[in-house]
Each structure stands twice: as C-alpha cells, then as structure tokens.
C-alpha cells in the first residue's frame, strides 16, 4: 500500500437492525482517522442479503451517526462518483468483477445441490477432517449462466501471512482457504466478494472493524491476489467489553441502541468522547477532548490490541463534565426536556422557575434518567407548588421545640421584604450577618425548610432565589402560622 495516498475509509454497516456501541466506536474509529488525516470517509450500506434486512435501518443508522456529529463525504443519498453507495445498486459492479474472474479460470458455477453438499460435508465431518469445498471442484466446468452460485476458485492454497496495524503480523494455514460462494444465484454478492470489490473501487485505504473478521482474512488475501489488487491497510479494532473488561458487552450492559443513549440525555458529544476511549488512548492523561481535539489527538498507533471496557459509569462522568459546559439556556431547556408530566402540571410551574432551578440541578445529575428519577422522588416539586410537611421539620436539631424558630423566621421574613432577590448572592447578603449572631443553623434550618418542605434541598438563598420574593415571604408566613397554631 502507497503510504502516500490520500486516506479513505469506510464504514460498512448492513442494515439489519438497529446501530449498536460496537458498530459506532467502528464509524468512530474510521471517521476519526479521515478527519485527522484530511482524508474521505464513506458511509456504505451492505445490503446483500435481503432476509435479513430489516426496514427502517438505513435510516436509522443515519440518524444514529448524524446525532453522533459523524458526517460522511460520500454516502446513500451523495454517492458522488460512486454510482450508489448501496450494495444492491452495484450488481453489476459485482458481476463485472465475478466476469473477470471467471475468464481467469478463477470462479466457477457450483454445480451441487443443497443435499447434495450437505453429504460431503457429513462425509468429512464422519472422517473427523474439515469440510472444504475445495476438495470438491467439479471436474469439468460448467458455463455460469447466472443461475448456480458462483464459487471462488482459490489459486493458491498456502499460508497466508499479513500485517494488521494494530495487531502486528499475523498468520494462517492452508485449511483457513477455500473455494468460497462470491455471487449467490439471485445475483447478489457475497459479504466477502462484495466488500472487497467496493474497499477496490472506492479507494479504501484502510479497513477498520472488528477481530471477528480476521478469521477469514485469508480468504481476502486470496481475492486480493486472484484479482491482483493491492492489499488495504487493514486495522483490526479492539473488542468492546464489558464494565469488568473481562466478558465482551453484553446487551443488558450497554450494547443497546445508540439513539436509546440520546433519550437517557448523553450529548453527543460526551458520548463521542467516551466512545473514543474504548481500545484508543491518547498517549497521556487527557480525558475531555471537546470540539475537534478528538480527530487532532487520534492516531492509529494508540489504538489497543486488547480489548477496552464500555464502563457505564465513566459515561456519566463524562456527559456530566460536558453538561457542565453548556450555558443556562441549554440547561433550562435540557431540564425541561427531562421533567415528569407530574411535574409540568404542577401549579406554580413556570419557565422562569425552571429556568432558576435548573444550575442547582446539574451540580448532581448526569443524565436525562437521573432527573426523571429525581423528580419522581420528589425533590422537585417545592419549585412548583406549596410544600406541605409536618411542622416539627422546622426544628433545628439544637432546639428544644419548633416554638425557638418562629422569631428567627419572622425576623429574616423583615430582612427578605427589604431585600434585592437579584441573585442568590444579594438574598445571602441580606441575611448573613443575622445569620452570623443567632447562629447559621438556628436561622438558616428552619427557613430552608419552610421554603422546600423538605430535610434535603439546595441551601435557602438558591431555594429564595428560585421562588422569588413574593412566594419566599409566603411560604415563610405559612410557617409562621403553622408554629402559632
Ligand atoms: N457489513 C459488515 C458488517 O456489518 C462490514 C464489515 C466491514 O467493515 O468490512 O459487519
């Protein structure tokens, strides 16, 4: 491979369901590498086999990569030169190819039945030896008239030796090569044909995907030789385990849907960043690499052998940090996006409101799911509507009765009427210094509890400066009579 060459590579999915963690941090992968090295990075959709299509995949996939801020220079609706990005519009590519190689004495219509197939493979299973098709050419050739399948014919049985960028050199024997299906009768191609055929002509230079392909490495190496091509750059990324690194990911783990993340309120970009990480590391001790630090930083010599875990808790660390990023605004919105009906219906719901509570609520949460449990949970609801609670809440610990606390509520209640409810900071300052004499738990307790009904919330001046004034001296009224009562 001409090291010099510009940079191509791919992302293959077939459209059989939905886009997993594995297939993304592949895109990841590929999409990075391109970007770093100026390069083109294609999105190509490998629809060869019908049955196992399911509909909606196409779509959904590009959906999940567009979320994800992975964009494709060529793909199924900008094709470019390509003709179509999609297998199925590229038969007769294919056949084109199968043509050559049938002329080269290369390929040959499998003239067996299914039965009759299915016997030499029990024969040899019987016998205690490999099956191999190759030990099965038919004696004289048919012409392929399109209708049998059309069978590699591998030129030379050897070991095959090659290098993988990320795994060194590698090796495999004889019995990994044999005479493999390239076009099925119904004229489509097989994964191994076509996939080589496309990497050929779109001038893929490198081919990143998982190790589950290095099995039948040798069987490309074969077609690379027969069709006398030059080999790509092929990359084999590390497996994604699980959060004990020690089994692969399993579904109930995280091997979910992409977009399934986008509901649980991962950004994207925190989710790239985290992708990023699993089997790649920069080479130092950088963990946040927002914006276009990630493609700048990425290179194939950090990409791991072994295998990286998908730890679910780093994910919320990181969606955290970069929530932790955004402004107000976004949060306001974020939070809203995430809240309960039984929230929203609230009577005292206000966007104003929401839009104050909303910085208290990211010191804690990480996530879309956080905030709903949170919210069910209550600890939301005094923003929105009167606390009730039991009036003995309004005892400080160090209070022999609740009695002690209603001349600090009345007192702060005449600071606060005076006060600037700007900020939290002028609500503090308007308070402290009282604060200060008759002691911060003696004044401060019972306030925050008359404002959230709650034994945990945020400290009274966020709680004063999410309600306002009016309904702060309100609920701190409703305090003070509940003590008189
Ligand atoms: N269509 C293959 C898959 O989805 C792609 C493998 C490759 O990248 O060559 O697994």
Redesign the pocket.
């Known amino acids: 491979m001409d090291h010099n060459k510009k940079v191509v590579t ?5 459209p059989t369901g939905f886009l997993h963690i594995g ?1 993304v941090r ?1 895109a990841l992968f590929a999409y990075l590498f391109a970007r770093k090295n100026n390069g083109t990075f294609i999105l190509r959709i ?1 629809d060869t086999d019908k049955n196992r299509e399911v509909e909606g995949s196409i779509e959904h996939i590009k959906k999940s990569l567009t979320w994800l801020g992975i964009d494709w220079d060529f793909g199924p609706n900008n094709p470019g030169e390509f003709v179509s990005c999609l297998q199925s519009d590229r038969l007769t590519i294919y056949k084109k190819y199968a043509e050559k190689l049938v002329a080269k004495g290369l390929a040959y219509p499998d003239p067996y039945t299914e039965e009759e197939t299915a016997k030499f493979r029990e024969q040899a299973e019987a016998e205690g030896r490999p099956f191999l098709f190759r030990n099965h050419r038919p004696e004289t050739i048919e012409e392929w008239d399109g209708t049998r399948p059309l069978r590699f014919r591998v030129p030379e049985i050897k070991r095959y030796e090659w290098n993988d960028a990320v795994r060194g050199k590698l090796t495999a024997g004889e019995e990994m090569l044999d005479d493999f299906i390239i076009l099925k009768s119904d004229g489509y191609p097989t ?1 191994n044909f076509a ?1 080589i055929i496309d990497d050929l002509e779109m001038g893929v230079t490198h ?3 998982g190790e589950e ?1 290095i099995s039948s490495t040798p069987r490309f190496l074969s077609l690379y030789d027969a069709l006398e091509i030059e080999r790509p750059i092929l990359v084999t990324l590390p497996p994604i385990m699980g959060p004990d690194g020690k089994k692969k990911l399993s579904k109930r783990d995280g091997a979910k849907d992409l977009l399934d993340f986008e509901k649980d309120g991962y950004l994207p970009e925190a989710m790239r960043n985290f992708l990023a990480l699993i089997g790649w590391n920069p080479g130092t001790d950088q963990e946040i690499f927002p914006d276009k630090e990630l493609e700048n930083a990425f290179s194939l010599e950090k990409i791991q052998r072994s295998g990286g875990a998908f730890n679910e808790e780093k994910l919320c660390w990181m969606n955290k940090k970069y929530l932790e990023l955004k402004d107000d605004a976004f949060k306001a919105n974020y939070f809203e996006d995430s809240l309960p009906e039984s929230i929203k219906s609230l009577p005292q719901y206000s966007t104003e409101r929401l839009t104050k509570l909303a910085p208290t609520v990211f010191e804690r949460i990480h996530n879309k799911v956080e905030i709903v449990a949170a919210a069910e949970a209550g600890e939301y609801s005094y923003a929105f509507s009167i606390p009730s609670y039991d009036t003995e809440l309004l005892k400080w610990k160090n209070d022999d009765s609740v009695a002690s606390a209603l001349p600090r509520l009345e007192k702060a209640m005449t600071f606060l009427e005076q006060a600037d409810f700007g900020s939290e900071e002028t609500i503090k300052n308007a308070l402290w210094d009282y604060a200060e004499v008759v002691g911060r738990g003696e004044v401060l307790w019972p306030l925050r509890a008359a404002l959230s009904g709650l034994k945990q919330s945020p400290n009274p001046f966020s709680l004063a400066f999410i309600l306002g004034k009016e309904e702060t001296l309100s609920r701190i009224k409703t305090a003070c009579d509940k003590i008189s009562a």
């Open positions: 791919r992302f293959a999915p077939s297939g592949t490998e994964y996939h081919v990143m995907r392909f």
